[in-house]
């Protein structure tokens, strides 16, 4: 069974191995989903505005995005996001997204903001 669709959520980067994540401005991500394909947009800490668009099979994301950087830099790069139920969290998700950066592995973990 999979979980609940992505679909006019928002989450924040709580962690990550390739950067350090400011806890006061983090990255912040809005997701759209419709038949299977996922989009949205982010912004928030280094970045001053990303883009992604992916495709979701069952609790995984093939993610491929873009961004512009706040000191002018630009990236793009693919990922894998899983979507879990959040722990910490009831009735909550977060995506835990595997990427190579440099050759290296990396994780990044991300919560759903919730409604006050």
């Known amino acids: 069974m999979s979980l609940p ?3 006019g959520r928002t989450f924040d ?3 990550s191995t ?8 983090p990255t912040r991500f809005r ?3 419709a ?10 800490d280094t970045v001053r505005e ?3 668009v992916a495709v979701r099979r069952g609790d995984e994301i093939d993610v491929s995005f873009v961004h512009a950087l706040l000191d002018g830099g630009v990236v793009t ?15 909550s ?6 990427f190579e950066q440099g050759g290296v592995q990396h994780r990044s973990v991300c919560t759903e903001v919730l409604p006050r």
Not at 18 to 25: E, L
Not at 35 to 44: K, L, Q, T
């Open 31 to 33: 997701y759209s989903e």
């Open 50 to 52: 990303g883009r992604f």
């Open 77 to 91: 790069g693919a990922a894998t996001s899983r979507i879990e139920a959040d722990p910490d969290h009831a009735g």
């Open 93 to 98: 998700l977060r995506l835990v997204e595997e």
């Open 5 to 7: 669709s992505l679909d």
């Open 13 to 15: 980067m709580v962690s």
């Open 18 to 25: 390739a950067s350090r994540v400011d806890p006061a401005a």
């Open 35 to 44: 038949d299977g394909v996922v989009w949205g947009d982010y912004r928030g």
